[in-house]
């Protein structure tokens, strides 16, 4: 054999176990562990063995793409019980395409015209606590955003361009309509309505809650609590509505959605991962998180002049999480350094909070994590 060549007995050893590349190491981009939880910014979650080797496994073969997404569709329909869905490009993208079928219907003619709305129905009602920036979505199609405060302003703001009614979930204590009077208005006045639930998983009731209540459309995050593919969110409910959005989407090409692609490796992903989510023992996770959560509180609150509060939030990430609080005089750290050092310690620990508190969440922790965490946390507020 020459100089250079690898022997046969080699060859067949090197192929088989293949060296493992740490990308990121390489790359010099720090990991971490995710105490603050499902942040786009921070990557949203890890996805289970099962959804990855689901992408793997597509990357293998061709498939045409509407054939898959109407067979996903037909799938998720009936894993949550509702007249129809697909997977979107998040819950964002969710949110364009069904507006965008909303205006559009099945004229394709209108579906090239997007984001010129003249001619169409092109306004949609928000209650202006919900006005947030992720609006944004439907202003992509070219709609505008009309906002409202309370009933009497909602039924005086509809006229002919009115296209749609939006609801977001996790800012419902900041709209005087509620879900139920909210969905009775849309059907009084024959006007579909969507809410936007991007991360209102858990609780898994959530997946089939708002289209029993009788919202038209419901937009969720594929990459946080169902744990699928980051880039990937689901938009379920009325058949022709998300019929008709599936013609603004890829890989069809004069249209407002079509860089909002998703392709087969996310869409097998995206079902997978819903598949794993539904088939968990959410209570059992649950106590887990509780426990996690217990054990951080406890190893702080073991520092004199801490205090913490256990709490679970209403609506989006309905998850058991921590605040860490102290007196800056007893523990002479301000929480901005607090979450710095945890930050750029080893290993790297992610937090949220602002000027007054520490955030912490476990729901995005490997198992043992969280006492890492425990101990780290500890440390720096001892050590001040």
């Not at 190491?25 to 990991?31: A, D, S, W, Y």
């Not at 520490?358 to 440390?379: C, F, H, N, S």
């Amino acid at each position: 054999m020459g100089t250079g060549l690898l022997s046969a007995k080699t060859l067949e050893t090197s192929v088989a176990q293949p060296l493992a590349r740490d990308f990121f190491k390489e790359l010099g981009v720090r990991t971490f562990i995710n105490a603050a939880g499902t942040y786009t910014s921070m990557t949203g979650c890890l996805m289970s063995k099962e959804v990855t080797d689901a992408i793997k496994y597509a990357t293998t073969e061709y498939v045409n793409l509407d054939d898959l997404q109407d067979k996903v569709g037909e799938r998720i329909a009936e894993l949550l019980d509702c007249e129809y869905a697909t997977v979107s490009s998040g819950c964002f993208g969710a949110m364009t395409i069904g507006l965008a079928g909303i205006i559009c219907g099945m004229d394709n003619k209108k579906v090239s015209q997007l984001p010129d709305t003249t001619g169409l129905k092109n306004e949609v009602i928000v209650q202006k606590g919900h006005a947030i920036g992720y609006t944004h979505a439907l202003l992509n199609t070219g709609a505008k955003i009309i906002e409202v405060d309370g009933t009497k302003e909602l039924e005086k703001a509809i006229n002919k361009n009115t296209a749609m009614l939006w609801f977001l979930n996790a800012n419902t204590d900041n709209g005087k309509i509620k879900h139920e009077e909210f969905v009775a208005l849309s059907q009084k006045h024959n006007i579909p309505c969507m809410i936007d639930c991007a991360a209102d998983v858990p609780p898994v009731e959530n997946l089939f809650k708002y289209t029993k209540l009788g919202f038209d459309l419901v937009c969720f995050s594929g990459g946080k609590g169902i744990r699928g593919p980051q880039s990937a969110g689901l938009l379920l409910g009325k058949r022709k509505y998300i019929e008709a959005a599936r013609l603004h989407c890829p890989p069809r090409g004069t249209t407002i959605a079509r860089g909002m692609k998703v392709n087969k490796e996310e869409i097998l992903g995206m079902l997978v991962a819903l598949e794993l989510y539904l088939s968990k023992d959410h209570e059992q996770e649950w106590k887990l998180w509780e426990s996690q959560i217990q054990l951080i509180s406890d190893s702080a609150k073991s520092v004199t002049g801490v205090e913490t509060e256990i709490h679970v939030p209403p609506y989006a990430n309905h998850v058991p999480s921590l605040r860490v609080t102290w007196d800056e005089s007893v523990v002479k750290i301000t929480k901005e350094e607090a979450r710095k050092q945890l930050r750029e310690g080893h290993p790297s620990i992610q937090t949220v909070g602002g000027k007054d508190d520490i955030g912490i969440t476990t729901w995005m922790m490997d198992p043992g994590q969280e006492r890492v965490v425990a101990k780290r946390l500890k440390e720096i507020l001892a050590n001040a």
